[in-house]
């Protein structure tokens, strides 16, 4: 029998790269999208090399319309379907809503919210046919605190992956999907290139020890509650005491303290 195969979007860096060794670890088949090939297919053939499993590779940009079904019919052409789907890829676009233009922004939507979705609503009808699917969206802390100034639509895309995925969770509940499972990741600030490309690496760098995750932990946490069936999880105590926080914590105070620590994560400036 085929082994299971793993849709991995963003695999060529930070927490998707670990999603790619942690599933490659437990025997899947890999498929590992990115704009950036060389990365993907190093990534493949370690992983091949050192699990005896097989990884294909796609080179496709999110942000560009077809990318989606680009990437589903390379693996449709190659006879394979998705079993689980983790929808990775981001990034944070710095700027202010004004001296952003609106061709960033709708990218940054089509990246981080409408191929997520998209890519969930075309594998599930196959994952329903065969009573499986795991689908992971890497959403973020920054999903439950107050929006703050720059990098004006991060945490309301993140937001929106995590309602996201509890309603698609409840409804495969509701519909006797008993094998097919949506969870959101809310990890906190994570080692990876992420700091890096949107270019508060210097700011973030001050930020205290405790706060920070290595992806593996990270990545853990979510397959685990991806096969647990749990809608949303966040990583890691400290991270989960944040959490907690931006519920009970009154709404403005929760708004002053993230618009007092914000400008060592987001940049307003271009
Ligand atoms: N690191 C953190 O502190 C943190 C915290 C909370 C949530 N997250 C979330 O975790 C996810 C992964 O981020 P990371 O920390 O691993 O960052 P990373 O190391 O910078 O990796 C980002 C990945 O996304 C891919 N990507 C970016 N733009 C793309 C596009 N237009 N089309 C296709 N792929 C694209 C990149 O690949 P290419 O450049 O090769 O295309 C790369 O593989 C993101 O959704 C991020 O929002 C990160």
């Not at 969930?120 to 992971?136: D, S």
């Not at 895309?157 to 698609?168: C, D, H, M, N, P």
Request: charged residues 20%; glycine residues 8%.
């Amino acid at each position: 029998m085929a082994r299971r195969l793993c849709l991995i979007t963003g695999a060529s860096a930070g927490i998707g790269a670990e999603f790619a060794r942690q599933y490659a670890a437990l025997g899947w088949d890999l498929a590992l999208t990115a704009r950036r090939t060389d990365r993907l297919d190093a990534l493949a053939q370690e992983l091949e090399t050192a699990h005896g499993i097989s990884a294909i590779t796609i080179a496709q940009d999110l942000a560009v319309p077809g990318a989606v079904d680009a990437i589903l019919s390379t693996l449709e052409r190659k006879e394979r379907h998705v079993d689980a789907l983790v929808n990775n890829a981001g990034y944070g676009l710095p700027g202010t809503f004004f001296n952003t233009s609106w061709d960033e922004q709708a990218a940054f939507m089509r990246v981080l919210y409408t191929a997520p979705v998209e890519l969930a609503h075309k594998v599930l009808p196959g994952m329903a046919e065969r009573r499986y699917g795991r689908i992971i969206n890497v959403a973020s802390l920054a999903g439950y605190a107050a929006g703050s100034a720059g990098h004006t639509l991060y945490a309301s895309v993140k937001a929106g992956l995590i309602k996201f995925s509890e309603s698609l969770n409840a409804e495969c509940v509701a519909s006797g999907q008993t094998d097919i499972h949506c969870t959101a990741l809310c990890p906190g600030f994570t080692w990876s290139e992420f700091h890096d490309v949107n270019g508060t690496r210097e700011d973030t760098n001050k930020m205290p020890k405790w706060m920070w995750m290595e992806a593996a932990p990270v990545v853990k946490a979510g397959i685990d509650a991806v096969n647990r069936g749990e809608p949303v999880i966040v990583p890691g105590g400290a991270n989960k005491a944040l959490a907690t926080l931006t519920r009970i914590l009154p709404e403005p105070i929760g708004r002053a303290m993230v618009g007092a620590q914000s400008k060592r994560y987001r940049r307003t400036e271009v």
